[in-house]
């Protein structure tokens, strides 16, 4: 158990409607990590937040959107789905320091019909 | 910017036999290189990490690798394979505290 959790770990839903991914980090952790995985593109860097703000930016649509809240759990929104944002979003965390370990959650499989 | 490059998506092998997975990395500054191992419907398990110091690193469940840096690569190494193994394994880098870079993974197939 890594420490991270994400909730839902299966969600199904309709192309054009909105959902939002839940990511709980391991505890002290104040960087948040959103990553997609599909069988094509492999593992995307979507966004990262550190203590609430924004640290860095990926490969992220415009439709999409994430944030960080005061008990640093973040949300992943994801709206105007389509048919291609299938796949599995992970999340992880790290601590402080220049370089330290990034611990991932067991992942939400999204799937779009 | 940093990028990583596996060269095999599939390596198949017989148990009890040695495997190498290779990945090679780009970057314009010193880097941090990591390999993950994803075992099926599960999250990313860190199996080991270079950081600095030797360049010979060992991980978890006897596995290890060897950065290069005039090859600029880490490949990824176990002298002996169990099923057990059989997973995705993904090789990534970091230019300190940026996120981490992925490879497209490699499919490590463990033959009985």
């Known amino acids: 158990d890594s420490g991270v959790t994400q909730t839902p770990k299966h969600l199904i839903t309709a192309t054009g409607q909105r959902v939002t991914l839940r990511c709980s980090p391991r505890?002290?952790?104040?960087?948040v990590y959103w990553y997609q995985q599909s069988l094509d593109q492999g593992l995307q860097f979507l966004i990262q937040y550190y203590n609430g703000e924004e640290r860095a930016k990926g490969n992220i649509l415009e439709r999409f959107s994430a944030q960080q809240f005061p008990d640093l759990h973040s949300e992943l929104n994801l709206s105007s789905l389509e048919l291609g944002d299938s796949a599995l979003y992970f999340c992880?965390?790290?601590?402080?320091?220049?370089?330290?370990?990034?611990?991932f959650g067991q992942g939400t499989r999204l799937t779009v019909v | 910017a940093q990028s990583v490059t596996q060269l095999d998506s599939q390596v198949p092998v017989f148990e009890e036999a040695p495997v190498e997975l290779r990945c090679n990395y780009s970057s314009s500054v010193s880097v941090y290189l990591f390999w993950y191992v994803q075992y099926p419907n599960q999250g990313l398990q860190l199996l080991l990490k270079?950081?600095?110091?030797?360049?010979l690193v060992k991980g978890i469940n006897g596995f290890e690798a060897e950065f290069n840096k005039s090859q600029t690569s880490f490949h990824l190494r176990k002298p002996s394979v169990h099923i057990s193994d059989t997973a995705e394994y993904f090789c990534a880098v970091s230019a300190g505290n940026t996120p981490l870079v992925f490879g497209k993974g490699t499919r490590l197939s463990v033959i009985a």
């Open positions: 505890s002290g952790d104040l960087s």
């Open positions: 270079y950081l600095s110091g030797s360049t």
């Open positions: 992880a965390s790290s601590g402080v320091g220049v370089y330290t370990e990034a611990f």
